[in-house]
């Protein structure tokens, strides 16, 4: 059976259900298994293959203490009606290169994906030791991942969910969709800093001992629905499959043909799935990381120094407005070839300095795998004009970025370019229009409907529908006021 344990020590030994239910290791670091890449996904028997049976196979290769009921139910609740694509992440053309739609779910934005399922996973991993243990979801979201995960745990027997954003940070939609979330186990507030704050915050509250047996009192256990946990990573990791059999069944590859995947980055989740797929044996030529204005993983893939210290930017695609990469700390720990040491003084340093430095027989590891650029703010909007006048395809403020550092890189024709796309343009209307010399003067809803009208594409009904929800939260702490929420929405579990 897989183990997990942490980047930065192997001292823990957990099956994937604890390190599922765990979230982030006690030394602070993150689960991952020496097993990744031991069993491989048969690329060549792909094509035909349904989007829940390649979730099926990839899954049951990672998450092997689940059985194959389990792993079945989850998928199949999780990846069903409430996706409007049937395909799940569908393929689309666009111009010669490829844009991976991961936007198709209940919430708009490509953290359904692995939102969807991640509850049901941890629905599956409650501990005989204690059946009445009750698990408390705690997240820090720059935006989407609050209400992804709202969406996936509202009324999820056996759990509940706190949600932190920054006040102001986030797009009047997006606060919208969080606040106005229905379910007996939601709890949502304004924090006030930005998102690196709240999230450095949330990890203070994991390692928080003291706090931790005040909740185990009440059998209450926190847990992450970040992308720090691996329940949520491992989703992830599916759609770079279904991709590449999409290109298969198109007839646009040949089986072991490599196929280059750009990915607007933020916390470094959705292209490290990426680099498990190359792991788990998918033909892939470049990782593209794309940044925004916040361009720390550029200059750290460029110099090999990771220096947060430096002016944060609140830009027009805020979910990727991160300082502190996470997930990048999973990437270390593989590229180094498993060294939980390496990784250890890494964190250390950005703890302590506000910044690392890797060993340049590394770097040249990691820039063999993953290739990078950024976009600031007006070369998204330009780009967001560029693709619709060009190929007649709306794109969203975070895809843009993707798209813009595609159009940098040099073209080999022989091997296909897929764009992951992250947010519905629905999301965010108000830049859209801007971008595209659209009326943005009213608000987010009628800027929708003027997209719409303009563009001849659908607004979806779960966006439209927010102007006349019930705002049902309106709380708003400091950071030091944090714990102290969740302990009391814990107390209403
Ligand atoms: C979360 C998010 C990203 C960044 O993904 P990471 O996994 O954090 O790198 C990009 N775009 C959108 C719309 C997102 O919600």
């Known amino acids: ?123 599956c991993t409650k501990p005989e030791s204690d059946p009445n243990e009750q698990i408390m979801i705690v997240t820090a979201t720059s935006g989407d991942t609050g209400k992804a995960a709202l969406a996936g745990f509202a009324d999820v027997p056996g759990t509940g969910i706190t949600v932190f954003y920054p006040q102001g940070k986030v797009s009047r939609v997006q606060e919208l969709q969080m606040t106005t979330q229905q379910g007996n186990n939601v709890h949502v507030s304004a924090v006030d800093g930005n998102f690196d704050d709240a999230q450095t915050e949330v990890k203070r509250i994991f390692g928080d001992a003291a706090f931790a047996e005040q909740l185990a009192e009440h059998h209450v256990k926190l847990s992450s629905a970040n992308s720090i946990n691996i329940g949520r990573l491992v989703p992830q990791v599916v759609y770079y499959f279904a991709a590449y059999a999409q290109l298969l069944e198109a007839g646009k590859i040949k089986v072991g043909d490599e196929v280059e995947f750009v990915v607007p980055t933020g916390n470094f989740g959705n292209v490290l799935a990426g680099y498990y797929a190359k792991r788990m044996g998918l033909p892939v030529r470049d990782l593209v990381v794309a940044s925004d204005r916040n361009n720390v993983l550029f200059d750290f893939l460029v110099s090999g120094t990771y220096n947060k210290q430096r002016p944060f930017y609140e830009t027009i695609s805020p979910s990727m407005d991160i300082l502190v990469s996470s997930n990048l700390e999973r990437m270390l720990y593989y590229l180094s070839c498993n060294d939980p040491n390496l990784v250890a003084d890494c964190m250390n340093d950005l703890r302590e300095w506000g910044a690392f430095e890797v060993p340049e027989m590394l770097l040249q590891k990691i820039r063999h795998v993953f290739n990078t650029g950024w976009a600031n703010e007006d070369q998204v909007r330009e780009m967001i004009a560029d693709c619709w006048n060009k190929h007649q395809y709306v794109i969203d403020p975070h895809t843009a970025c993707g798209y813009f550092v595609m159009q940098q890189m040099p073209r080999d024709p022989e091997v296909p370019r897929v764009l992951l796309a992250t947010a519905s343009p629905y999301k965010f209307p108000r830049v859209v229009n801007e971008s595209l010399g659209l009326d943005a003067t009213g608000t987010d809803f009628e800027c929708m409907d003027v997209l719409s009208k303009a563009t001849g594409t659908p607004i979806p009904a779960m966006l439209r529908n927010l102007e006349t929800a019930e705002v049902r939260f309106r709380d708003d702490v400091p950071v030091a006021g944090m714990e102290q929420f969740v302990a009391d929405s814990a107390a209403q579990l």
């Not at 602070?28 to 349904?50: H, I, Q, Y």
Request: charged share 25%.
């Open 1 to 123: 059976m897989n183990k997990f344990h942490s980047t930065r020590s192997t001292t823990d030994s957990l099956t994937a259900k604890q390190a599922i239910r765990k979230g982030i290791a006690d030394d602070g670091g993150l689960f991952v298994t020496d097993a990744l890449g031991n069993a491989n996904v048969n690329v060549a028997e792909l094509p035909g293959k349904s989007y829940q049976q390649i979730a099926y196979e990839v899954l049951s290769l990672l998450l092997d203490d689940f059985s194959e009921q389990e792993l079945r139910d989850c998928i199949e609740r999780a990846y069903g009606a409430q996706w409007s694509d049937e395909r799940i992440t569908p393929l689309k053309q666009v111009g010669s290169d490829y844009v991976l739609e991961l936007f198709n779910g209940p919430t708009c934005a490509f953290k359904d994906v692995a939102l969807q399922i991640l509850p049901r996973f941890m629905a």
